[in-house]
């Protein structure tokens, strides 16, 4: 007979959903956020543990994933792509240097014992890519705490999700119907990220802020992320010449985003008084 894999779990109060730490930008008021992200707090606040972000590139999805929240029990990110096996989900054996083998835990499967305690939270990045293989076993690897197992190859001691754990899911696609059905099923909550987190515009210099939010909840076509305007802002403080950085990075749209950057600066220079 197998042993279960948790026996109790003593629950640990999790964190004021209003304020969040940021361990780079600070502590954010969840009531200052914009209402994308606000939404996030809150699902999370309110006990939500299997949660979809979608939406365009570099806004702060998978960094959210990894931070926002009750994340005591450790975060784990996983990869998704065509060529990512069950390995990479639940573990594999490694040779050593000593000519023995190692048991190597996958993601998930640390995701599941947390930190002993309390079950930890994967951040399923990329999930449309899973191959279907890979998708079938996580449908059982995110299903609820009651019904999720798994039995390892060797030892055949069957793991279980420790209370607590939870899922975030990251995906670009737009339309939450080009998702398998039964993973839908699994997360009822997904929230467009429409918005950069402030803790990622916070990383830029002031004069860039405005515009890179503007940039990134703009159409397709016109849409750049934070992650281009970081490029940018290294490219300035390392002394390249405006057009020119602007040039390597917003390509043919280098001049839109320079006019966005000189009307942003123009519109904030204080009035002169006139006496
Ligand atoms: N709250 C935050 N505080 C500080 N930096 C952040 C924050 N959120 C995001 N960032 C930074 O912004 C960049 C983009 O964030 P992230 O990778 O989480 O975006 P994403 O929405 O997952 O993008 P993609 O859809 O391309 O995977 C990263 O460099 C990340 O470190
Ligand atoms: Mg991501």
Request: hydrophobic share 40%.
């Given at each position: 007979m197998t042993t279960p894999y948790i026996t109790k779990t003593p629950?640990?109060?999790?964190?004021?959903?209003?304020?969040?730490?940021?361990?780079?930008?600070?502590?954010?008021?969840?009531?200052?956020?914009?209402?994308?992200?606000?939404?996030?707090?809150?699902?999370?606040?309110?006990?939500?543990?299997?949660?979809?972000?979608?939406?365009?590139?570099?806004?702060?999805?998978?960094?959210?994933?990894?931070?926002?929240?009750?994340?005591?029990g450790g975060?784990y990110?996983?990869?998704?792509?065509?060529?990512?096996t069950a390995a990479d989900v639940t573990g594999h054996f490694m040779?050593?240097?000593?000519?023995t083998w190692k048991w190597l835990q996958g993601s998930v499967l640390k995701a599941w014992e947390g930190d002993g305690v309390v079950g930890g939270?994967v951040?399923?990045?990329?999930?449309?890519?899973?191959?279907?293989d890979v998708?079938s076993l996580l449908l059982n690897m995110f299903d609820n705490v009651e019904s999720a197992s798994w039995q390892h190859p060797d030892s055949a001691v069957v793991h279980r999700p420790r209370p607590g754990f939870s899922v975030?899911?990251?995906?670009?696609?737009?339309?939450?119907?080009?998702?398998?059905?039964?993973?839908?099923?699994r997360?009822?909550?997904?929230?467009?990220?429409?918005?950069?987190?402030?803790?990622?515009?916070?990383?830029?210099?002031?004069?860039?802020?405005?515009?890179?939010?503007?940039?990134?909840?703009?159409?397709?076509?016109?849409?750049?992320?934070?992650?281009?305007?970081?490029?940018?802002?290294?490219?300035?403080?390392?002394?390249?010449?405006?057009?020119?950085?602007?040039?390597?990075?917003?390509?043919?749209?280098?001049?839109?985003?320079?006019?966005?950057?000189?009307?942003?600066?123009?519109?904030?220079?204080?009035?002169?008084?006139?006496?």
């Amino acid at each position: 007979m197998t042993t279960p894999y948790i026996t109790k779990t003593p629950k640990r109060p999790a964190p004021p959903a209003s304020v969040m730490t940021d361990p780079v930008a600070g502590p954010h008021d969840a009531t200052q956020l914009p209402s994308c992200w606000r939404d996030v707090v809150d699902a999370l606040g309110a006990g939500i543990d299997r949660l979809v972000l979608f939406g365009p590139p570099g806004t702060g999805k998978t960094y959210a994933g990894l931070t926002v929240g009750d994340v005591t029990g450790g975060a784990y990110r996983l990869i998704c792509n065509e060529d990512m096996t069950a390995a990479d989900v639940t573990g594999h054996f490694m040779p050593t240097a000593d000519g023995t083998w190692k048991w190597l835990q996958g993601s998930v499967l640390k995701a599941w014992e947390g930190d002993g305690v309390v079950g930890g939270r994967v951040v399923a990045d990329e999930i449309d890519r899973a191959s279907g293989d890979v998708l079938s076993l996580l449908l059982n690897m995110f299903d609820n705490v009651e019904s999720a197992s798994w039995q390892h190859p060797d030892s055949a001691v069957v793991h279980r999700p420790r209370p607590g754990f939870s899922v975030i899911m990251t995906t670009n696609i737009e339309d939450m119907r080009d998702l398998p059905v039964a993973l839908r099923d699994r997360f009822p909550v997904a929230i467009r990220i429409d918005q950069p987190h402030p803790g990622a515009l916070a990383r830029l210099s002031p004069y860039l802020r405005a515009p890179a939010a503007a940039a990134a909840a703009a159409a397709k076509a016109r849409r750049f992320s934070v992650r281009s305007f970081m490029a940018f802002d290294r490219l300035r403080e390392n002394g390249m010449d405006l057009e020119r950085a602007a040039f390597l990075i917003f390509g043919d749209h280098s001049k839109d985003v320079l006019d966005a950057i000189r009307v942003d600066a123009v519109s904030k220079r204080p009035t002169k008084k006139v006496s």
